[in-house]
């Protein structure tokens, strides 16, 4: 034992203060656990609160509130334009952090749960030295861990050129000024989130994305929508194309090379936001020391009961592979902690619901077509359009789209897709369905509130089912 070092015998240790860790410790109290959270930040909520989610999503509304007040004017509701006030936008968007993780804190407290802020380490496979900073170190002696330590923004080295200029997204939410121009490197959700918001602060924002589309993988009826407002709210949005190099432009900028047909050859921008991927914080963690092993992408290897091949260590959200979602982890910490309660639980969720918050939002859940083509799978589907819907138009926003994805033999309902204002809010009734085993007449036979979006599921169904009937009646017809 290294000298000075303090001992803690605990039955549960838990390494990482995200929305898995907190919700694992929590329920791991819950069912009589003694229970020790470890964290690197002494205020807990990991990325998802510090540095992810809530901040992103926080901007996102000032955006959202910027764009709505120009819609306005298409109705008779004219808006000076806005003031940007920085510091006191900052300011709001740390107060809610503030709040929420005080409130993670005081949850804990009340639960019984220990928190501790300090580095983690495996020693082997019943100890967990931390470093605490400024006091002694201690070791932790566990009955059984679960790793949460979540991940991290990717920097590939031809981009980490060492100006303060190049930021990823952990930088670009600190909002520290509103670059007159702005590229992004990337076209997932989490680049053209953050181009949403530069965009409403005022800069123009510029994005390169290596294939032939926005937000790669995702269902192109959905992209479409989006890419076209993107397309009015964005300076330019290259396709097909890569960024070769950047280049330091004294202290002013920077100069990005490219090699794409629709692409300048270079350009100077005044900051450069990287968003190509995030990585899982599992280096580091002495993972070599237990059984505990780690696939080719650094993610933890896990069962259906986030159990790794240690016996006594588990491993939930984004340590322990795709998707990397909050929600996921959240529900993984509850089957963990429920698993080592003793208590029969399994991570054996049909689908796992996905936001894009961009202006308009995309939601999906299930199955989509993108993958039933790769998979070559034979689907039916059903459109709705929210032209024809009447909420939409209300909101002045009626461009959007609900698509469902079912089994032409079943009428099982295998995935839904939404793009439009608020499509976030509506997927949780598309992953119920799912998760209930829900038929095309589930959707079509249950009231919708009227006016609402959420009518838009409903109709899909309808369609779907009309078109299916008119199908068979032709087909007798034919017999006949």
């Known amino acids: 034992m290294v000298v000075g070092e303090m001992v803690q015998d605990v039955q549960l240790v838990v390494l990482g203060a995200g929305p ?12 009589g656990i003694k229970t ?17 989610c809530i901040p992103s999503k926080a901007l996102l509304h000032a955006a959202e509130v ?15 334009p806005p003031t940007i006030e920085l510091d006191k936008l900052r300011s709001w968007k740390e107060s809610i952090l503030d709040k929420l993780s005080g409130g993670i804190a005081g949850k804990c407290k009340s639960a019984g749960v220990e928190v501790m802020t300090g580095k983690a380490e495996f020693k082997d496979s019943r100890n967990v030295r931390v470093d605490v900073p400024g006091e002694s170190a201690v ?37 520290e000024d509103v670059p007159a121009s702005l590229l992004i490197v990337g076209g997932g959700y989490i680049g053209l989130e953050m181009g949403t918001v530069y965009a409403a602060l005022g800069s123009q924002v510029y994005v390169v994305e290596m294939t032939d589309g926005l937000l790669p993988g995702c269902d192109r009826d959905l992209v479409r929508p989006l890419q076209q407002h993107l397309q009015g709210t964005f ?23 490219f090699d794409g047909k629709d692409a300048p050859a270079e350009q100077k921008f005044d900051r450069v936001l990287i968003s190509v991927g995030r990585r899982p914080n599992t280096d580091g963690l002495g993972l070599e020391t237990t059984q505990a092993k780690l696939d080719d992408h650094g993610f933890v290897v896990i069962d259906e009961q986030c159990r790794t091949s240690d016996k006594r260590i588990f491993a939930i959200g ?20 429920e698993v080592i309660a003793g208590k029969k639980s399994a991570f054996d969720n049909r689908a796992i619901p996905a936001v894009v918050f961009t202006q308009p939002e995309i939601a999906w859940v299930g199955l989509t077509d993108t993958e039933a083509k790769a998979k070559g799978l034979e689907v ?8 024809a819907n009447g909420r939409a138009h209300t909101l002045a926003d009626p461009t959007g789209q609900t698509k469902v994805l079912f089994d032409p033999e079943t009428m099982r309902v295998l995935g839904i897709g ?31 509130t009227h006016p609402t979006l959420s009518e838009t599921i409903n109709e899909a169904a309808l369609a779907a089912l009309s078109r299916l009937e008119r199908q068979a009646k032709r087909e007798t017809t034919t017999v006949s």
Request: include cysteine.
């Open 418 to 448: 939404l793009v439009g204002p608020r499509a976030g809010e509506l997927v949780s009734e598309a992953a119920l369905a799912i998760e209930m085993g829900a038929v095309l007449e589930d959707l079509a036979v249950t009231i919708h």
């Open 66 to 80: 910027t764009d709505e007040a120009k819609k306005a004017a298409t109705f008779g509701l004219n808006f000076a």
């Open 20 to 31: 898995g860790g907190y919700t694992a410790a929590l329920r791991a109290a819950e069912l």
């Open 139 to 175: 070791r932790i002696k566990f009955k059984h861990c679960i790793i949460a330590t979540g991940s991290r923004p990717v920097m590939p080295a031809m981009f980490d050129i060492g100006s303060p200029r190049v930021m990823d997204s952990t930088g670009a939410l600190k909002i």
């Open 380 to 387: 039916g589907a059903a459109k709705f359009p929210w032209s």
């Open 36 to 52: 020790i959270l470890v964290d690197t930040n002494p205020k807990p909520g990991g990325t998802c609160l510090h540095v992810g």
């Open 235 to 257: 300076k330019s949005i290259w396709l097909n194309t890569k960024v070769t190099k950047l280049e330091a432009d004294g202290t002013t900028g920077v100069k990005a090379y």
């Open 318 to 337: 984004d340590a322990s592979g795709q998707p990397m979602l909050a929600h996921r982890a959240i529900r993984q910490g509850l089957v963990a902690a």
